[in-house]
């Protein structure tokens, strides 16, 4: 309204009497789309992956009813969990899932030429992979590598196009001096020209500011053709306002977990979001009947897979400062305790910072979170930096998992390598081919088909105690690992009163 009329307005109304402005109407736009990590990122980061496959087939129905964009029920530490600890086959539980889940795509965690493990893999084992989770059920491959090299993604985004699925490109967001939004929308207008059919915004520790998200999401939305998805944790607490204002800048699907399996190292709630939409242009178009069904399954489920040494679900903002996830550092406080140093822990986190600076400021997420969370242990517990070094930190410093963001102290590379080279080809060009002779030491009546050569080829030892196991007759197989660890968290835990309801009957 321009100061003539206002002027003209104030002569004819008092302000007192001034009657409020009609609220406009939303604007019509695209419903934004959810992406459901209940079944993956959710219980793995709140849960330690202990969700069972038929945990997911009793409520899947309601789930794929909700009407979320991808069901993300795949990849990640799921593979190896289900045959280490919950003595289950990755494969048939996704065949399970897709069976029932008719009307919701199905989504999945790729770490890139890494697969599903902690190194990378040949090129042929990669591509047998990836035909095998296409036809087995897999819809949409989130495809990822942990220092944003993408030469590690070339390969695997290729065979997904190859059999069919959705090929998503992933941007590992940290932040450093190296890491500005020019070189993420390089590396992202550089998975475009790859073919990719989405990227994703990958904010593994929730550390990605609503104020970063809006300038970051307009940024990629104005230099790319392909849609934008924002992945972030809850860590933080800026999770919620994060994904506001990514979908404000652009963005057209976020990752949520149900608020029984969301909230601090899980993702914000879906509930909240659909509630923050329904007053904007941005409003979802999922089943809020469906939604409570869903929630009030999982908040049953919860006490049962819960860890004993869960944290409470609470805010870290420490998080800021050393962009840890929450995961890793569970496993920092494991290795210091195995060690008697748990009153070290802080010594850690201040040293942490320090070696990702001088390993070339890699993102913390699988498997350089654990390199460089190791190695800081490593210079703490022994007194002096770098005198003890892993083999992974070797590799890692000779090239063997990528290139860095920024080069790598030079110092510290002599140190480590000695007269060894940095190689500064594409990791896996100097791999042989993985597949003839992987399973030649695996007697073959335990091999039941394709995708178990691919699980030994991946995790050779889970794989194989599970395939003893499983040839056994139901009744002389030994106890279920998981079912193990719930008979110590019960054995452990003091029964406690039932909780009082918010309103109670005498209220």
């Known amino acids: ?250 963005a057209g699907a976020i990752d949520c977990a149900i608020s029984a399996v969301a909230g601090f190292s899980s993702q914000p709630p879906v509930e909240t979001m659909v509630s923050m939409f329904a007053e904007t242009e941005y409003k979802t178009q999922l089943d809020p009947e469906a939604l409570k069904r869903m929630n009030h399954y999982f908040m049953k489920l919860r006490p049962l897979r819960e860890p004993s040494h869960a944290m409470p679900l609470i805010i870290d903002p420490d998080i800021l400062e050393h962009h840890i996830p929450g995961g890793m550092i569970s496993n920092l406080r494991s290795q210091l305790a195995q060690q008697g140093a748990l009153d070290r822990l802080d010594e850690v986190l201040k040293e942490l910072p320090a070696v990702r600076a001088d390993m070339g400021y890699p993102p913390l997420v699988t498997p350089t979170s654990q390199i460089v969370g190791v190695q800081a242990v490593l210079n703490v517990l022994s007194g002096k930096r770098y005198e003890m070094v892993t083999q992974e930190t070797r590799d890692y410093v000779r090239g063997l998992y990528g290139r860095s963001p920024a080069p790598i102290d030079p110092k510290i590379q002599k140190q480590i390598l000695g007269k060894d080279k940095p190689i500064t080809c594409r990791p896996a060009d100097l791999l042989k081919p993985g597949l003839p002779g992987c399973v030649d030491s695996v007697d073959p009546k335990l091999l039941k088909g394709e995708e178990d050569i691919l699980s030994f080829c991946l995790f050779p030892e889970p794989a194989l105690a599970y395939f003893k196991w499983r040839d056994l007759p139901p009744g002389d197989r030994p106890p279920i690992p998981a079912d193990e660890e719930m008979k110590e968290k019960q054995k452990k835990e003091v029964p406690s009163a039932p909780a009082r309801p918010i309103m109670a009957q005498s209220d």
Not at 83 to 109: G, S, Y
Not at 130 to 145: E, M, Q, S, Y
Not at 217 to 224: D, G, P
Request: aromatic share 8%.
């Open 1 to 250: 309204m321009s100061p003539t009329a206002k002027k003209s307005h104030a002569k004819k109304t008092p302000p007192a009497v001034q009657a409020a402005p009609a609220p406009a109407a939303p604007r019509e736009h695209a419903p934004l789309r959810i992406t459901d990590t209940s079944l993956r990122d959710a219980h793995q980061s709140l849960w330690a992956t202990r969700m069972r496959t038929s945990d997911i087939l009793e409520i899947l129905d309601v789930v794929d009813n909700v009407g979320f964009y991808s069901l993300e029920c795949w990849g990640g530490a799921t593979f190896d969990v289900c045959m280490r600890f919950l003595r289950e086959n990755p494969w048939e539980r996704l065949r399970q899932i897709k069976a029932v889940a008719k009307k919701t795509p199905l989504q999945m965690l790729l770490r890139g030429q890494n697969i599903l493990g902690y190194k990378n893999y040949a090129d042929d084992v990669l591509d047998r992979f990836v035909a095998l989770a296409v036809k087995n059920g897999v819809d949409i491959f989130r495809t990822f590598d942990a220092l944003n090299d993408n030469r590690n993604l070339e390969q695997a985004l290729k065979y997904v196009k190859k059999y069919g699925g959705h090929a998503q490109g992933t941007i590992c967001y940290t932040t450093s001096p190296v890491h500005t939004v020019a070189e993420y929308v390089r590396i992202a207008r550089e998975q475009e020209q790859m073919g990719v059919d989405s990227i994703c915004i990958k904010d593994m520790a929730g550390i990605l500011s609503p104020v970063a998200a809006q300038t970051l999401v307009s940024a990629l939305v104005a230099e790319l053709k392909v849609p934008v998805q924002v992945h972030t944790h809850a860590t933080s607490g800026m999770g919620v306002a994060t994904y506001f204002e990514a979908a404000k800048a652009g």
